[in-house]
């Protein structure tokens, strides 16, 4: 990773940084080819669909090939073989369900993001005050994540004090495995 200029291994400078911003960033500007067949209405949506997937698996193979073998990229780019066609086209294709979604989970982040980095909102003097206004702001966005599925009829029931369930419970993980 150091090649692709991330600092540490750690949370934030792999998952959200390498992983989740640097998505996002990508998304504001598409290559011209996903545009061009994400925009052409003569194209039926389940074409433009499958056309878009097929670019966004040459994008990936091709990082792929380059990614050492058994390493991080490369069991990073297995993952995002299998997830980035539908979340390419819940952010870029016009789905009336799917894009609104994923365009709210996106501008959610962003804002939990900001809250966790703003001194203003995030109290940074102790660890225990940090440790709670972290939790309250990761709720929030839970929270906010939560009503955005269920508004759309997904089911989310998981929230971010299941941790607090289990312990109490004693079960497994927040599913009960």
């Given at each position: 990773l150091g090649a692709r200029r991330v600092p540490a291994v750690n949370v934030f400078d792999v998952?959200?940084?390498?992983c989740l911003l640097d998505s996002f960033d990508d998304l504001d500007m598409p290559p011209a080819s996903v545009t061009s067949v994400i925009s052409n209405s003569w194209i039926s949506q389940s074409l433009r669909k499958s056309m878009l997937s097929t670019a966004v698996?040459?994008?990936?193979?091709?990082?792929?090939?380059?990614?050492?073998?058994?390493?991080?990229?490369?069991?990073?780019?297995e993952i995002m073989g299998v997830l980035?066609?539908?979340?390419?086209w819940g952010f870029l294709g016009d789905d009336p369900v799917l894009n609104p979604i994923c365009k709210s989970i996106r501008e959610d982040m962003t804002k939990c993001l900001f809250k966790v980095f703003d001194e203003s909102a995030t109290d940074y003097s102790s660890l225990d005050?940090?440790?709670?206004?972290?939790?309250?702001?990761?709720?929030?966005?839970?929270d906010n994540l939560s009503f955005t599925f269920k508004s759309s009829g997904i089911n989310a029931e998981c929230e971010v004090s299941c941790y607090d369930k289990m312990r109490l419970d004693g079960k497994e993980g927040c599913l009960g495995f």
């Open positions: 998952v959200i940084d390498f698996w040459g994008m990936i193979g091709t990082k792929s090939k380059k990614a050492v073998p058994d390493g991080f990229l490369s069991r990073f780019y980035s066609p539908s979340l390419a005050s940090l440790s709670e206004d972290l939790y309250r702001v990761l709720k929030e966005s839970a």
